[in-house]
């Protein structure tokens, strides 16, 4: 192709695609031509005013949700599990970001959720829900949730597999840090309320493992 024609064909703002058409070849035989002629058309910019979009993306909050998003505003069942379940982890999260901690997610699923680094070096938690079981105090499961032992009903538990469970519990503000070395396997409560007949042996205070301003976030 002569460079004559290519370079009146790119001062015209022409695209590959309309030389070929114009000139009755293939896109690639002109893409050839303009490199050996050390010739390049212009991408084509096509200007947007402000407060639009292109016409396929539809605005904000008419998309359908992706099937995943759709079972976790279901009420009930394993869909609301896993909402509240996400909900903790984030919390956790947010708590040790703010605390002052890095943090790292693990690429695959495991049983551990997040990963937070201290001057002892990088510590694994497993983040769980609380949930409220008398005044004053929630509990939250120290094993997994999920039947994966040897025998049927059997529900392993966290020792020597993470360094620490993060907890939250919707009803009770803030995010709470204990070491699963300390903590019986099965279940275990935080008592953030005194209770009715003021024992005080063997409490497990909410507030001795709060994470620093995680109550107002």
Known sequence: MERDYLER?????????????????????????????GLATVWPRHPVKLGEGPKRIAPMGTLPLPPAFSLLRRKGGKSDSLALGANTESRV??????????????????????????EDGPKTVQCKTGRIDSKGSFSFRTCSTLNQGAKSGTR???????????????????????LASE?????????????????????????????????KL
């Open 156 to 178: 392993p538990g966290y020792q020597g597999v993470v360094d620490y469970f993060g907890v939250s519990c919707p009803e009770v503000p803030g995010v709470f840090l204990l």
């Open 183 to 215: 903590l019986p396997e099965g279940t275990a409560s935080l008592r953030f309320a005194a209770s009715g007949n003021g024992q005080l042996k063997n409490t497990r205070w909410a507030e001795d493992f709060l994470v620093p301003g995680s109550d």
């Open 9 to 37: 064909c790119v001062s015209k703002g022409m695209s590959q695609y309309k030389i070929a058409k114009d000139a009755g070849c293939s896109q690639t035989n002109v893409k050839y031509w303009l490199r050996k002629h």
């Open 93 to 118: 999260l947010a708590a040790l970001i703010n605390a002052g901690y890095p943090c790292y997610l693990p690429f695959a699923i495991g049983r551990c959720d997040l990963i937070f680094e201290t």
